[in-house]
C-alpha cells in the first residue's frame, strides 16, 4: 500500500460516523432539512398510535352497540337505552336516525328524509375518525423528496469540499457524502411507516364507513 493510500485509509478509519456526528458536521441547510423530517416522523408514529387506538376501541365498540341493536325489542326501545352524549359513530347515526323518525308528522317520503339525516350523521362521524390522516399522506409522499433535496445539497457541498482542497481522497469525499445520504435515509424513515399507515387506516376507515352504510339500510327496512 503507498503512503497516500495508507494516510487516507487511517484518516477514514478515525473520522466519526455517528448520526449525532454527521448531524452536527452537515451543513446548515441539510440540518435543517433532517430537523424537519425527524418532526415529521415523530408527529406521524404520535398520530399513528393514535389512530390505532381510535379505530381499534370504534370496531370493538361498535361490535357490542350491533349485538344490543338487534337483541332489544325495538329501535324505540333501543333509542331509550342509548346516552345522548356517546361519541360511538353508530349510536350517533342511530340516534340521528330515530330522532328523525319520531318528529316527522307525515309519513309521507319519512324513508328518504330518514336517510339524508343519517347520511349527513355519517358524513360527519368520517370526519371525525378520519381527521389528520392527510399529514400522514403527506409525508409519505413529501419525504423522500425532501430528504432527497437534502442528498443533493451535501453532495453540492461535498464537491465544492474537493474542489477547494484539490483533493479526491476517499477521507476527503466520504464524510459529506455520508452525511448526504443520512438525509435521504431520515426521509425514507419518515415516509414508509407514514405511507404503510395511512393505507392501512384508510383501509379501516372505508371498512367501518360501510359498517355504518349497512346498519343505516338496515335501519330503513325496519321503520
Excluded: H
Aim: net charge positive; with cysteine; glycine share 4%.
Amino acid at each position: 500500500m503507498d503512503p497516500v493510500t495508507a494516510t487516507a485509509t487511517t484518516s477514514l478509519a478515525s473520522t466519526d460516523f455517528s448520526i449525532f456526528t454527521l448531524f452536527l458536521r452537515a451543513d446548515i441547510v441539510v440540518k435543517l432539512v433532517m430537523l424537519s423530517l425527524l418532526v415529521a416522523s415523530i408527529f406521524s408514529w404520535a398520530l399513528i398510535f393514535d389512530k390505532f387506538k381510535i379505530f381499534k376501541k370504534l370496531f370493538k365498540e361498535t361490535a357490542l352497540v350491533e349485538d344490543q341493536f338487534w337483541s332489544s325489542r325495538s329501535a324505540s326501545d333501543f333509542y331509550k337505552k342509548t346516552d345522548s352524549s356517546s361519541d360511538n359513530p353508530l349510536i350517533v347515526v342511530f340516534r340521528a336516525g330515530m330522532e328523525c323518525a319520531q318528529d316527522s308528522k307525515s309519513k309521507g317520503q319519512l324513508t328518504e328524509r330518514t336517510k339524508r339525516v343519517m347520511d349527513v350523521a355519517i358524513d360527519k362521524e368520517i370526519e371525525k375518525y378520519e381527521k389528520n390522516l392527510s399529514f400522514l399522506a403527506t409525508v409519505g409522499s413529501v419525504a423522500p423528496f425532501i430528504g432527497l433535496f437534502g442528498t443533493v445539497w451535501g453532495i453540492m457541498n461535498s464537491f465544492q469540499s474537493i474542489a477547494i482542497s484539490r483533493n479526491t481522497s476517499l477521507a476527503i469525499v466520504a464524510p459529506g457524502i455520508a452525511e448526504a445520504l443520512f438525509a435521504t435515509a431520515l426521509g425514507l424513515l419518515a415516509a414508509i411507516p407514514a405511507v404503510v399507515a395511512y393505507n392501512k387506516f384508510s383501509s379501516d376507515s372505508r371498512k367501518y364507513t360501510q359498517k355504518l352504510e349497512n346498519f343505516t339500510q338496515s335501519f330503513l327496512t325496519i321503520i
